[in-house]
């Protein structure tokens, strides 16, 4: 392939334009903790600027962020200069660019067999903290990488910061170098506590702890929920008494646990080459979503300290080390529109329609604004910018207003269905309005069916969206009991549909009504408020469909974790039901009356009324497979550990759950002891 090229007149107008539109990013990030473009974003723009200054290295500015780190320092604080500068690191945005880097650490040591220490890389903000004879006498943030901002009054406030380092011989002095950040549990705690009081919510936890650093006020950042964790040493200056010498960088690490400072042992992993750094990253990855902080990606280092100062530095980063990071979660872009969703039981969803922009790894174009009182609290306008998240890293949501449109509209919710012109309610104490059409509205009855057929109800594979799409608009299938009397030459009429589609969907049919028992039953009919959990106590409880049916309120309260609202949903749903209609449903369905957790089996079990909570990765079971077995012991599987909690079964590499659960001194079950209580059950 052609390399593409551009000119040198070009290149200095490019180049020019890289330059102050990245300082101008670096100044809202690291100066005002406002970022106006998503770090994805960013490393894309950096990119472009090094292939073009690789290019043509004589036209490299001085003020280029290539060259620096960071950004100018805020005057409000007295400058501190960095002993050593607070470099950044070269990030690595795909597995081939990990490749690289490790080829290029064999290249310059000149050997095969590199080992790397591997780090969370935390997403809050770099402090320098200096020990002068084991006390603490100056905190610094990163500023411009040589000069940075004195903050010491406000980490003097941050608990997990010691003041004194555990070290009867504490060295002359030593920097210590860290992230301070806010943990996600204190982070939604905050978030809450600025809703309650009218105040506008934070964006993210490194803006929340960035900013609570910069307040002159330290009583305002002690209202803060910071924490702090130890990377690296900057200098150290050792006296007659102490004389520490390290040869590793894992060394150092354990020494600042040591002496006091909290390090992210937990998620510290030593590793071999390439494959080790690949591994790391793929569980990391995977635990990401259960890990207490925020993370934005792995931090690789050479371990060999000997090696670290033979491979040197480049302009503003080391040759020994990289961040590999994560595609973005966060991202800002602007609201165009604003429609409206209807959903199976009727919910009236705002939906934001977007300018392109990637999250998470995605493109998004639509993001959710869950409804008419979410709009209005976060004061957000069609033209408005907003700031989108994955929550969960799979649904798009629009998170928060980042800056308001001179020509902003407001949202006006519709007073009537856009698919049947029904009326839309919103009942009083609710937040979500509803279409009131129910079987009338074709969006009600195509999210009623998609769920029925869905994985965790009936499992009718190739029963999806597409499908029901035109069952329902073709005016064939008009409730649930019209699936079990489709036809091969019905189904192979429809759009992209053949005779070989056909009787493969008949046969997923036939399979789904054969295999039916009464709690996925009972789920796959989308009974407002009832999930998989509720749909499962409600079997085990009443043992047949016809006994939850004709259940009183009172009744239903017996169940576990069934309240009034619950019970409500349930009484309106079967007493709104015709009972022609369940004769007909079941007319076709081939459905055990007596759930499969049978009662004698539970017993005497050492599961049986016992919430249980799974964590980590198992080796002999599935987590389906594990659930399933559990549950029919008489298990209630739940997906957060709390005061409720009975029983955590902790695989390798448990994380935050396996944490709170010993902070409760709930007990906990490792693989061997699991399959114990397995066996003698």
Known sequence: ???????????????????????????????????????????????A????????????????????????????FAPVKHLKPMLSLNN???????????????????????????????????????????????????????IGEDVTHNILTINKIPKQLNDNNPPEFIEIRGEVIIFIQDFEKLNKKQQELGERLYVNPRNAAAGSLRKLVSSDTANIPLSFFAYGIGSLENNQQSNIFFKYHHEVLQKLKEWNLPIAEQYIKVVEGAEGLKQYYNDMQTQRENLPFDIDGMVYKIDDLFLQQEMGFVAKAPRFAIAHKFPPKNSITKLLNIDVQVGRTGAITPVARLEPVMTGGVTISNATLHNEDEILRKDICINDEVYIRRAADVIPEVFALYAKAENRI?????????????????????AIARCSGSSICPAQRKGGLVHFASRKALNIEGFGEKIVNQLVDLNIVNNISDIFTLTIETLANLDRMGQKSAQNLIDEIQKAKNNVNLAKFIYALGIRHVGESTAKDLARFFGSFENIKNASIEQLLQVQDVGEVVANAIKLYFENT???WFNELLQHINFELIIENNQSQQKNSFFAQKTVVLTGTLEKYSRDELISSLEKLGAKITSSVSKKTNIVIAGSEAGSKLEKARSLGIEVLNEEELLEHLNLN
């Open 49 to 76: 600027l090094q292939k073009l200054e690789q290019q043509y290295p004589e036209l490299v500015l001085e003020n280029s962020p290539t060259q620096n780190v960071g950004a100018e320092i805020d005057n409000r």
């Open 578 to 580: 015709p009972e022609q």
């Open 410 to 430: 407001k949202f006006v919710m519709p007073t009537h269905c856009p698919k049947c012109g029904s009326i839309i309610v919103k009942l009083e104490g609710e």
């Open 92 to 146: 690595a945005l795909e597995i081939n660019d990990v490749e690289h880097f490790v080829n290029q650490c064999i290249k310059l040591t000149e050997q095969q067999n590199l080992v790397f220490t591997c780090e969370p890389k935390f997403d809050g903000l770099a402090i320098s903290l200096h020990y002068r004879k084991g006390k603490l006498v100056c905190a610094a943030t990163r500023g411009d990488g040589k």
């Open 1 to 47: 392939m052609n390399k593409i090229t551009i000119s040198k007149e070009q290149a200095v107008q490019k180049i020019n334009e890289l330059v102050e539109q990245l300082n101008q990013y670096n100044s809202q990030y690291y100066l005002f903790d406002n970022p106006s473009v998503d770090d994805f974003e960013y490393d894309e723009l950096l990119r």
